[in-house]
């Protein structure tokens, strides 16, 4: 496929619509700009951005203007949207699964009478790569008394990036009754820019935004699962017109939130949203010294958004390929083996990443085993993991070339795999973990069993009932043992668990258990017998279960634990 560098191929683009390439598309190193809102004769040296658009590969190119908004994408294809002429309703791109999208300058004035959804100025949805913006500039048309929305995002697609740089949103707001109380259940509910479904990456740089309601609304979890992992904002200055809601709304999804050179004015309105979030420190009240960051339509300007843009150029250059394993990362424990489901592999990716290899190591990196080849670089991917116990276990997403330039990352830490043991084994499953003892004894009862936990300090119950009893919970089980998370083994004694002497318990290590059960009384002791040493009673006339229900017999036993395979019984004998 063809590659466009971005520069390159927008001057040729702009030479066509201007008409020659005797101009350049470049400010000179410092510019004057005239009185222009809070900018006046500011003499403002060139300034980069600090985010590049990615290179693109055979970009379709999509023109808009007038009323002529709506953009489709086609999936895992590039776009370049270009401005012909001022938009006078609000820009719609569906990317329809589209890789990267590109949009380099242009104006859109909202007309009166949109209502509902038709007042969004930008609404920016179904991504996979990086949606880059620059230089556009939207706002109200003078006889918009109905209100705009800013900008909305949803892009449920795990790994995705949204640049947003050198842009101003004005006139942000409803209209005079819906004004009169935002927070009203039901009311327009207006923001510069609000994301309700990721990105995962999050990045401003030069923002100038005007609003009489919130200024960012971020909910990257209302819709989907793609939680924003890094939020970057720069250079970005708020003007508030209303004390209603906050600068920044941060309702849970965003990972890592970080404000630099973050003005709001005028002072005193409140910042953001969880008000003790560390991260509004970051935020000035006022305006920044130069005037704001962003104006709008001037001619020949750097900071400068509308049909006249020009870039100032970049100071990082196209992203470079990179993974990122979200899951499995480290400190995981994951059930394999029969009756176990599959473990989905997630992971995030910039830059120009094709399809990869998902690698299994079980000795924490010396080796790996490749589980999925050649899968496409979609975020996600079903594995079956070996059945085994293992404890130095680690993923790894990369290119299948395996070159380190083209990209990968694996598990931070490792992760245990826990395949089932020989005999029965503990499941989360109250129901699950429920096996019949066949036909039921009655009166007194020894039990004789050996017990051998995968973990250590895990929760899991070795509960004891009555033939005819349904499992729906603990409170089934009239006499349990435990392998409790302090790491020692206890027996439940009426209300509470208890022991007699503390017995530790090791991972892999097997455990000799003995139990006499007094059905008619109700009580019962235990006995423990670690390998190589005598056996120590560590229950005398325990008390069944406070409420729970009668039994005549014992047959059933259930394993529970926090996950499949925790630890398993084998050679249990009744007597």
Known sequence: MQKINILLSFALTACLFLGGCGKDLLAPEGI???????????????????????????????????????????????????????????????????RHIFIKGGEIEMASGN??????SLYLKNWKGVLHIEGVWAHAAPDNVGGMEGINLDSRNIGCTFQFQNCRIDDVGGNAAEAANYTAPGTFHPDIIQNWGGPTYFYVDYLTGE????????????????????????HVNVLRTSTQGYTIYRAGGTTSLTLSDFWVSPAGHRKGYPESDVAWFSMVYGIPAEGDYVVANEIGGISVAGMNYRSPGYERGAPKPSITVIYPNGGQTLAAGEGSSPTTVTWSSTGKVGNVNIDLTTD?????????????????????????????????????????QDGYDESNTSFIILAPQPGWNSK????????????????????NYDVT????????????????????????????VRLAPNGFFDVRNGGDYAKLISIPYIADTKYHVRMIADLPNRKYSVWVTPPGEPEVQIALDFAFRTSSAIISDIGKVGLKSNGDNHFAIIDLIRN
């Open 32 to 98: 004057k700009l005239e009185e222009s809102g809070n900018v006046q004769n500011l003499e403002r040296e060139r300034i980069k951005l600090h985010w590049a658009p990615p290179e693109l590969e055979d970009p379709i190119v999509v023109h808009v203007g007038g009323t002529n908004n709506v953009v489709n994408g086609t999936p895992d294809r590039d776009m370049i949207v270009v401005f012909d002429s001022k938009l006078t309703e609000g820009l719609d791109i569906n990317g329809n699964g589209a």
């Open 115 to 120: 209502v509902g959804n038709s007042r969004r």
């Open 211 to 234: 609003t009489d309601y919130q200024g960012f609304m971020m909910q990257p979890l209302q819709f989907g699962d793609n939680k924003t992992e890094i939020a970057d904002f720069r």
């Open 364 to 404: 924490n990196g010396a080796t790996w085993t490749t589980l999925v080849s050649n899968t496409e670089n979609d975020g996600s991917e079903a594995v079956i993991l070996p059945a085994i116990l293992n404890m130095q276990a680690k993923i790894r997403v990369m290119e299948p070339k395996g070159l380190p």
């Open 428 to 447: 989360a499953s109250f129901t699950a973990g429920v096996y019949s003892l066949g036909r039921g004894a009655n009166g007194i009862v020894t039990i």
């Open 453 to 480: 936990p995968a973990l250590n300090s895990i929760d899991g119950l070795m509960g004891f009932t009555g033939t005819p009893i349904t499992v729906t919970g603990f409170g089934s089980y009239p006499m349990a």
